[in-house]
Every structure is written in structure tokens, then in C-alpha cells.
């Protein structure tokens, strides 16, 4: 279990890294395909820094989650996991009420069954004990 942990905490990792290269370097090409439905297209050369900054709160959430995967202490390792875990589950549930439902399933949605594996993975271990 420690395995599936792992891997859905690098893939909302990568994610993240994704949507920080879309949000600060791609705003105006890649942004504008994915968001179309949420913005006009003549919205997205105005909101270029805004979305930048964006990005560069996703790189956080990235490199905390990255951070995670590194740390050899399995309490600590938990604990930092499920922080920036949790913290993209409500970022995309909020995004979800706010923006558009499809936040949801993209964002929380992986963040969230990350958090149910780091769960059941630290409970596999307080059993082991």
C-alpha cells in the first residue's frame, strides 16, 4: 500500500508541476485551450500575471508534495504528505463551487485518493507494529 501511496502523491505532484508551467509559461497557448469555456479568449493577455501567480502557488504545492516523497521519517512523511494532500483537496473543492464542477475531478479528486492510500497505509504500519 505504501507503493500505490507513493505513486498517487507523485502524480498530483506532477500535476501541480503542470499546472505551474501552464499558468506561468503557457497562460496565453495552453491556458487558453484548456479554460476556454471558463474565460474569453480576449481575458487571458490581461490575466497573464494573475495566473502566474497561480502557478507559482501550484509549484508550492508541488515541491511540498515532491518534499514528501523524500522525507525517510514515515511519521513525518505522513503528516507533510497529507498537509499539501489536503490542501489541493480544498483548493480544487473550492475551485469546484467557485469555477467550474470539472476542478473537482481533476484536482480534489486525486488529491483525495491519495489522502484515503496515506491513511490506510499508515494504519497498514500502526498494525505491523
Known amino acids: 500500500m ?3 501511496a507513493k505513486i498517487l502523491i507523485a ?3 506532477l500535476e501541480h ?3 505551474l508551467w501552464m ?3 503557457a497562460w496565453e497557448t495552453k491556458g487558453k485551450e484548456v479554460f476556454k469555456a471558463a474565460l474569453p479568449a480576449e481575458m487571458f493577455k490581461p490575466t497573464k500575471g494573475l495566473a502566474a501567480n497561480q502557478g507559482l502557488y501550484n509549484g508550492f504545492l508541488a515541491a511540498g508534495l ?3 516523497l523524500l522525507i525517510e ?4 512523511q505522513t503528516n507533510v504528505s497529507l498537509f499539501f494532500l489536503s490542501c489541493v483537496a480544498i483548493a480544487g473543492i473550492y475551485g469546484a463551487v467557485t469555477a467550474t464542477k470539472r ?8 488529491a483525495i485518493l491519495a489522502i484515503i492510500a496515506v491513511v ?3 494504519c497498514f504500519q500502526l498494525i505491523q507494529r
Not at 521519517?73 to 513525518?76: A, F, G, S, T, V
Not at 476542478?103 to 486525486?110: D, K, S, T
Open 2 to 4: 505504501e507503493l500505490v
Open 11 to 13: 502524480i498530483v505532484a
Open 17 to 19: 508541476i503542470y499546472i
Open 23 to 25: 499558468e506561468m509559461f
Open 66 to 68: 515532491i518534499w514528501s
Open 73 to 76: 521519517d514515515p511519521k513525518w
Open 103 to 110: 476542478i473537482f475531478f481533476v484536482q480534489a479528486l486525486p
Open 120 to 122: 490506510v497505509n499508515h
